[in-house]
C-alpha cells in the first residue's frame, strides 16, 4: 500500500506496515488508547473487574447437586458427544476439546468424522435459553438412539431442557432466557 493512503486516515506510528484503512486505523486507536493516562486502560480494567464479579454471582447460585450430577453423567458415559451454538457453541467445543484432554472419548456434533451415538453415550447439549430447534431435534435423535442426556442452560423453563435426564442450570443472563438469573 502506498504511503499516501496510510496518511489519509491521519498520523501513522512508524512501527507499523500499512495494513489498510481499516485495519491500521483500529491498531491506532488502540496504541492512542494505550498510550492515554488512565483511559481506556482504565475502562478495560474495570471491564474485567466487573466480568470477573458477575462470574462469582454466578457460581455462588450453582447447584452442587447438579454440578455432581453432571459430573457423574459424564464420568459414567462410555463416550460424550456435544453440541451447542453461539457462544454458548464455541466453549461447549472447548470444552469437548479439554474432555478429550482428560482421557474421556468426547465428540463434537458437528464434526464429520463424529461416529453415531448410542446406549451408553452421553449427548451434552448447551442452550442459553433451553429452546433451540435444532439442538432439540439432535436431542431427540439421541435419545432415540439409547444416549443419556444432559442440558446446560441459562434457562431451565426450555423445550429441551425439560426434557434433560441431567440439568445443569446455569444463573446467566442469555438470549431469549426468562429465568431468574444475574444480571
Known amino acids: 500500500a502506498s504511503a499516501s493512503r496510510c496518511s489519509r486516515i491521519g498520523q501513522r506510528d512508524a ?4 495494513m ?4 491500521e486505523a483500529l491498531i491506532q486507536v488502540m496504541l492512542r488508547a494505550t498510550q492515554t493516562a488512565g483511559g481506556a486502560m482504565q475502562d478495560v480494567t474495570q471491564g474485567f473487574i466487573r466480568a470477573v464479579a458477575e462470574l462469582g454471582r454466578v457460581a455462588e ?3 452442587r447437586k447438579q454440578i455432581g450430577a453432571f459430573i457423574a453423567a459424564i ?4 463416550r460424550v458427544f456435544l453440541i451447542g451454538a453461539g457462544r454458548e457453541g464455541l466453549s461447549t467445543r472447548a470444552f469437548t476439546m479439554r474432555l478429550m484432554h482428560l482421557g474421556k472419548e468426547a465428540h463434537w456434533i458437528w464434526d464429520d468424522t463424529t461416529p453415531g451415538i448410542g446406549a451408553g453415550d452421553l449427548l451434552i447439549a448447551t442452550s442459553g435459553s433451553g429452546s433451540i430447534g435444532h439442538i432439540d431435534y439432535v436431542f431427540d435423535q439421541a435419545v432415540a438412539a439409547g444416549a443419556d442426556t444432559a442440558v446446560v442452560t441459562g434457562d431451565p423453563s426450555g423445550v429441551t431442557a425439560k426434557k434433560a435426564k441431567t440439568l445443569l442450570f446455569l444463573p446467566a443472563a442469555v438470549y ?4 431468574e438469573v444475574v444480571p
Open 15 to 18: 512501527r507499523l506496515p500499512c
Open 20 to 23: 489498510g484503512s481499516t485495519t
Open 61 to 63: 447460585r450453582l447447584d
Open 75 to 78: 464420568a459414567e458415559a462410555k
Open 176 to 179: 431469549k432466557g426468562e429465568a
